[in-house]
């Protein structure tokens, strides 16, 4: 059973860094499929931030491309997302998934729990 | 950017009663490249459908998918009480993906 969990800072300073990692576990991230973020604000919809490949290839949503770093650590199996110089407007529950699409930008069918992050000072 | 256009916002329906939404796309989706999710309250969002007609692992077959172009349909034929949450489509055949505004399906 694929198992993803959220970790990091549940508070963030505005035009700070944003940083959050995924840990997987009942499959390895090199066995294949991109690696993802999405967020929600609260009681908003959904954004999709971008995906990983265990390669290092990424796909970064053009909203957020210039503020959005996303990584990966094969030897721990987790990967991890950092957003830049946040805004209250970043303030959302963050989720990370599984892309089962098999191309670098598809769809989720294992998702994390989600962690909430508040930007304030 | 493909917008996707979820109605109606909200459905009120009573338990056996059949459910359909709709998700409309400002420019066709391409090989269909549509996928539902159902999200209750305090959970991460559960896929339901992808390719938009073929149905997830697990889910129940009351939960059905349909349309090409830009039009989609969710459609639950017979709603059990565990059904009513908010449903999303999202588009995955152009970048950015994008995401419905979702529909609630509340007990009426």
């Known amino acids: 059973q694929v198992q993803l969990q959220e970790s990091g800072p549940g508070l963030v300073k505005p035009s700070e860094t944003l940083s959050l990692t995924c840990a997987v576990s009942?499959?390895?991230?090199?066995?294949?499929?991109?690696w993802g973020w999405i967020r929600q604000p609260p009681g908003k919809g959904l954004e999709w931030i971008g995906n990983i490949y265990h390669s290092g290839s990424t796909y970064y949503n053009p909203s957020l491309k210039s503020r959005v770093t996303i990584s990966v650590d094969t030897s721990k199996n987790q990967f991890s997302l950092k957003l830049s110089s946040v805004t209250a407007a970043d303030t959302a529950v963050y989720y990370c998934a599984r892309d089962k699409s098999g191309y670098d930008y598809g769809y989720a069918d294992y998702w994390g729990q989600g962690t909430l992050v508040t930007v304030s000072s | 950017e493909i917008v996707l256009t979820q109605s109606p916002g909200t459905l009120s329906l009573s338990p056996g009663e059949r459910a359909s939404l709709s998700c409309r796309a400002s420019?066709?989706?391409?090989?269909?490249?549509l996928v539902w999710y159902q999200q209750k309250p305090g959970q991460a969002p559960r896929l339901l459908i992808y390719g938009a007609s073929s149905r997830a692992t697990g889910i129940p077959d009351r939960f059905s998918g349909s349309g090409s172009g830009t039009d989609f349909t969710l459609t639950i034929s017979r709603l059990e009480p565990e059904d009513f949450a908010v449903y999303y489509c999202?588009?995955?055949?152009?970048?950015?993906?994008?995401f419905g505004g979702g529909t609630k399906v509340e007990i009426k």
């Open positions: 420019q066709s989706v391409s090989n269909s490249y």
């Open positions: 999202q588009q995955y055949g152009s970048s950015p993906l994008t």
């Open positions: 009942g499959y390895s991230i090199t066995s294949g499929y991109y």
